[in-house]
Structures are given as C-alpha cells and as structure tokens.
C-alpha cells in the first residue's frame, strides 16, 4: 500500500471507534537500530476530567532514546496522556487517574512519589516558547541550581554552555548569555526552552506540538535537532503534522476518542496501516 501522507492542521474530530481493531501494546516491528529497552510502560491507564473519560485504558510502551509521537484529531486525549508521564494533571481540579504508568519499576503516581524529582526526570517543552523573564543563562542555569546539580560557577557556566550547545543555539548567544531570554526569535526561544529542559540531564522529554508556533525553517532546525537528542534522551511529541512525525518519530501511536487505536513502527504504520481509522487520518481522509 502506498499511502500519501496528509500534511495539514486538524479539526475537531468525528467517527466513532470500531470495536475489533487489533490490540495495541508492543510495536509489531521495530527500527533495526533502535534501542528496544523500555523507558515508560503504561498499563490500563484511564482519567476522567470529573464525569468526562478523555482517557480509556491505555496500554503503551515507551522506547528508551528513539522519537514516539503522538498523533490524532482534536481533543482525543494527546496531551491530556503526556500530562500523565510527569503528573502534571494533579495540578487540574477534578482529574482522577488509574492504572499504570511505570519509569524504572515505579508507578510515577504512586503516593511517595517525589513530583519535583519526576519533572526533573522528565522533562516538557511546550507548544509556545516560555521562557522565564530572565536572561539567556539564568533560563538554563536556574533549574540544574534548584536541583543541587551544580554549584561553583565554573560548573554552571559549563552546564550552561553544554546545554546551550546540545541545544544547537550556542553559536548564536554565547556573546549575549545575559540579555532576556524574550530577546530571541520564536524559533530561538523553543531551543532556549529546550536547553533548559536538558540541563537537568531528564531521561525524557515531552513535547507537546513544539513546531507548531513556528515557522517552516525554525520547525525544520528543531527536527533535526530532535532527531540529535534522541542519542541522549527519550522524545515523545504531540503533532498535528503527519509529515513530521513521518520525519522525526521511530514509534506513532494513533489515539481516538481517548483510545489508542494503532501503535507501531512509525514506517510500518505511515506506510500501511492496520486500522482503517489510521489509514483515513494519515492521508487526510478525516480529522
Ligand atoms: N483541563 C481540562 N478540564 C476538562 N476537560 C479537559 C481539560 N483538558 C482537556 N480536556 C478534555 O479532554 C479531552 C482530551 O483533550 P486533550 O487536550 O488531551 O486532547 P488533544 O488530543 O491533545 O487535543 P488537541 O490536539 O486539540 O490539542 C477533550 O475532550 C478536552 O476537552
């Protein structure tokens, strides 16, 4: 099957989920080269915004250091699920979560879980840039500090530096490190954000659609350099953009209506689908 691949927004979604599609869980084939050890398993996972389900027992692995992303219409539970790998759905009134999201052994929402220290494990880089009102260093330093990663200013002048480089943007504001971090352009303010994700050495990071308040250069620089960082750490982004997740993700995970639908092999699923579902919101055909 050759299936053109969709580039385009999505609308709020319609159709409903068919029973009988195939079981998702492991991907059915995977990257030659890609690390098959498990960074998160999710089992059973559902969460209700007070009466309303937005997720229905999701069952999901996460492979350490490749690029999972997300895909599917409109308000079928994307970001409300990455919200649930760093429990930043316990600060939304009226969630309640179970089931299973193991890191390292551990369910993340087990109660003795320090939640600073998982944030600091895993990391998040959002839809727009948002950068703290201080300067470029002070963005990247301000986190590895308050963790006691560092403290003599050589050490944080290096993290900095590191962070800034891994980042891709050291070339571009290693001579003015002290003006606002708001100073940068969009494009340059996802990778400040980015730096300082990464400064804290997370094991993972969430994106939650970060190309998509910017433009189409800022965007390819920034799928480049996910596919670099994906060495070091485990990427798992939201997209509306089936392009993208063609060109950056090893794994794609298809929800619908809170369901995931189909998660495979991102070549496997893009370029043939088990579930018809899959295969519509792929080429366009609905979304
Ligand atoms: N804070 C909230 N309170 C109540 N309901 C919410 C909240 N956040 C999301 N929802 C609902 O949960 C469902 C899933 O939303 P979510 O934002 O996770 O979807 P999404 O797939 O990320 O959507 P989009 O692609 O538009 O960003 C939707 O019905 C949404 O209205």
Known sequence: MNIQVAER???????HQ???????????TRNEEAHHELAIRVRDLNLWYGQAQALKSINLDVYQKNVTALIG??????????RCLNRMNDLIPGVRIDGLVEMDGRDVNEAKMDEVALRRRVGMVFQKPNPFPKSIYENVAYAPRMHDLVSRKT????????????????????????????????????????????????DVILMDEPTSALDPISTATIEDLMDKLKQQFTIITVTHNMQQAARVADYTAFFHLGEVVEYNDTQAMFSNPHTKKAEDYITGRYG
């Open 9 to 15: 927004s999505v609308s709020p979604m319609t159709g």
């Open 73 to 82: 219409p409109s308000g079928c539970g994307k970001s409300t699920f990455l």
């Open 155 to 202: 050490d944080v002048d290096e993290l900095v530096e590191r962070a800034l480089r891994d980042a891709g943007l050291w070339e571009e504001v290693k001579d003015k490190l002290h003006q606002p971090g708001t100073s940068l352009s969009g494009g340059q303010q996802q990778r400040l954000c980015i730096a300082r994700a990464i400064a804290v050495q997370p």
């Open 18 to 28: 068919s029973k009988g599609e195939p079981a998702v869980g492991a991907p059915v």
